[in-house]
Each structure stands twice: as structure tokens, then as C-alpha cells.
């Protein structure tokens, strides 16, 4: 879609599809609508920065080996500026009941009692999903559920100066994007631990007057999810005699 529309292939980092998808009438709609209804339907995320790139994470991108792409630490000189990392817990996304319902197939719906209990019954939004079976739909409700039934305890920033941090710390600031899986390390007696494992949500530069230059970044908690799938070459381990099911 992206080429069609004239977008420069140096400026798009895309994830392998994991969703056949079905026919559409492209001139019903125009390009940024079309990959958004195309992302929504294989459960990815896009996002685009300032300049126009673009970036495409499949639902899959946290699962498994999800490598660190960059530390930081006081004692490497790339430590944030950013001094109060307490720790707070956000119940705002709680969701105990998740639906899926498959575009072309069936609608499942699982839901953590024990998460009710606490906190009352909670339904998120329905998720339309295009997976190849209603099976697929039932664990991607239940891998949901998983990171929605409990809050999260969130460190939301950490802001570093690389003008003022010698020439380590540019290259590990000027190269993170959405998505990437980040560690600081050495952290002050203020946050949840000694090092804190986040995925990067955003990326802001603020270059003031020409004199500093400040890069904040937003934190989620790296939820990395763990996942086997029988006879599958990437997901899974072929002919293993206890692999009975799906996941």
C-alpha cells in the first residue's frame, strides 16, 4: 500500500504479515485509511514519525526472543537526566472480559475471575481479528487478557541529555524508535528496581534555542510473551512428541 501511495521504501521498516487478507475495493477508501483498517484486521500497530517514517509491528512482535536494543547506565555515561522514576499503578486499562470476534468466523469471549473480584466486571472493546481459525481467536483473547486483567506499574518517562553526555550517548538516543525494547540500568533507590525492562512508546526531540537538547522518552513495562505453536518452523518445535497443543 505504502509504494502505491509513493512512500520511499527507505523511509518504512515493516514486520512480515501474518494475516491473508481478504479482497478490497481500494477506491472506496484512500491510502492511511486502508492501512489502518489492514494493521486493525491482523492486530499490529503502525506508527509514523515527525519525518514520515514509517513503522509496522505484527501482533506477534513481542513474543519470544525480543532482543534489548540498547542500556543505559550511570556507569557508561548514558544514564537519563530524568531523577524521579517512583513507580505508580495504573488501573485505567484494566480490562477482565476480552472478546474477539474472528472477521469471517465465530466470537469468543474469556474473562479473569479473580481480577473481577477486584475490581468488578470490565469489557473491553471487541477485537475483530482476520486469524485463520476461531483456535487462533481464543488465544489471542487469552494472551490479551493476560496484560489487561491485572494494572500495570508504570515508570511513564525517562528524559536523557545527549549534548551534555559526550558522543556515547547520541547514537543510543538518535536511533530509537516505537517498539524497541530498552533497559536502564543503575537506577536510584526511587524506582520500582535496580533496572527497569521497557519497551519504547515515543520518541520526542526538544532542541531549545539552539542550546539544549532533550530527548524524552515514553516507558511501557516489556511484557514479553512466551509462545510455542506445534509443527510451526518459526513458533514452534517440529515432530515433538509431547507438542498436543495448539500453544
Not at 198 to 214: C, D, F, P
Request: proline letters at 5%; a negative charge.
Amino acid at each position: 500500500i505504502l509504494r502505491f501511495a509513493g512512500w520511499p521504501d527507505e523511509d518504512t521498516r515493516l514486520d512480515a504479515g501474518l494475516t491473508t487478507l481478504m479482497a478490497r475495493e481500494w477506491s472506496q477508501t484512500n491510502a492511511l485509511a486502508l492501512i489502518q483498517d489492514t494493521v486493525a484486521y491482523g492486530g499490529g500497530h503502525v506508527v509514523m514519525d515527525a519525518r514520515g517514517s514509517v513503522r509496522f509491528l505484527n501482533r506477534h512482535r513481542f513474543v519470544n526472543e525480543v532482543p534489548t536494543v540498547a542500556e543505559y547506565r550511570a556507569s557508561d555515561n548514558t544514564e537519563a537526566e530524568h531523577a524521579d522514576f517512583s513507580p505508580w499503578v495504573d488501573d485505567s486499562g484494566v480490562a477482565n472480559v476480552v472478546e474477539v470476534a474472528r472477521i469471517g468466523g465465530g466470537t469468543v469471549q474469556v474473562s479473569d475471575a479473580a481480577s473481577i473480584a477486584r475490581f468488578g466486571r470490565i469489557k473491553g472493546e471487541a477485537i475483530p481479528l482476520g486469524a485463520d481459525t476461531d483456535a487462533e481467536s481464543l488465544i489471542h483473547a487469552q494472551w490479551q487478557l493476560s496484560r489487561t486483567a491485572e494494572p500495570l506499574v508504570r515508570v511513564d518517562t525517562a528524559k536523557w541529555r545527549p549534548d551534555t553526555a559526550g558522543g556515547d550517548l547520541w547514537p543510543l538516543i538518535l536511533s530509537r524508535e516505537f517498539g524497541d525494547r530498552v533497559l536502564l540500568g543503575e537506577l536510584p533507590t526511587t524506582a520500582p528496581s535496580d533496572e527497569l525492562d521497557m519497551i519504547v512508546g515515543r520518541v520526542a526531540h526538544v532542541w531549545e534555542n539552539g542550546a539544549t537538547w532533550e530527548t524524552p522518552l515514553t516507558l511501557e513495562p516489556a511484557q514479553i510473551d512466551q509462545m510455542g505453536v506445534c509443527d510451526h518452523p518459526v513458533y514452534g518445535i517440529a515432530d515433538d512428541p509431547l507438542c498436543v497443543a495448539g500453544y
